[in-house]
T-cell receptor
């Protein structure tokens, strides 16, 4: 079974702090994604990566950055946390298989509260 | 860019009834349409998907239909059970890798 793990289930940080959210997948997937989930807004893509050291902006990248130094690990960084970044953060990974499935496998999420 | 609208936002049914969730997309180039189910405290999980060269796909009690002309697709769940209670998300993709999600439907199945 594919497993995507996220470093924390719950996190409370103060405004202005630098925040690191870590995601690790164990299936050698090329693609990794960071989403935020807010009530009534669904899942919105922050950043994604198709390969090591490669990153592309998603739909809402402002205030975030990412790092992918190893294939299995994708980090989301909030340079200076703000209260409007309070949200559920979901990491996902996928790989273009022979059947072209492209199924995204999600981690359990990190609920971040910025006070 | 692609925009996906999903309705209804909440849906309550009695056990055994059918449930239908509808989505519309804006970009006619989209060619992949997955549906994800998110149970409480978990990440979303793929339950069924359909590609633009197919009009309907079925897997036991769940089915998805696609109308490319109207740019809408729907999830159908028959003989609903309490364990079907969850939040369901539709999504659309052009490149098979970057997904644009709908806003979600909270389905509640009452015994």
């Amino acid at each position: 079974d594919v497993k995507v793990t996220q470093s924390s289930r719950y996190l409370v940080k103060r405004t202005g702090e630098k925040v690191f959210l870590e995601c690790v997948q164990d299936m050698d997937h090329e693609n990794m994604f960071w989403y935020r989930q807010d009530p009534g807004l669904g899942l919105r893509l922050i950043y994604f990566s198709y390969d090591v050291k490669m990153k592309e902006k998603g739909d809402i990248p402002e205030g975030y950055s990412v790092s992918r130094e190893k294939k299995e690990r994708f980090s989301l960084i909030l340079e200076s946390a703000s209260t409007n970044q309070t949200s559920m953060y979901l990491c996902a990974s996928s790989s273009p298989g022979l059947a072209g499935g492209y199924e995204q496998y999600f981690g359990p999420g990190t609920r971040l509260t910025v006070t | 860019g692609e925009n996906v609208e999903q309705h209804p936002s909440t849906l309550s049914v009695q056990e055994g009834d059918s449930a239908v969730i509808k989505c519309t997309y804006s970009d006619s180039a989209s060619n992949y349409f997955p549906w994800y189910k998110q149970e409480l405290g978990k990440g979303p999980q793929l339950i069924i998907d359909i590609r633009s060269n197919v009009g309907e796909k079925k897997d036991q009690r769940i089915a998805v239909t696609l109308n490319k002309t109207a740019k809408h697709f729907s999830l159908h769940i028959t003989e609903t059970q309490p364990e079907d209670s969850a939040v369901y998300f539709c999504a659309a993709s052009i490149a098979f890798q970057k997904l644009v999600f709908g806003t979600g439907t909270r389905l509640l199945v009452s015994p």
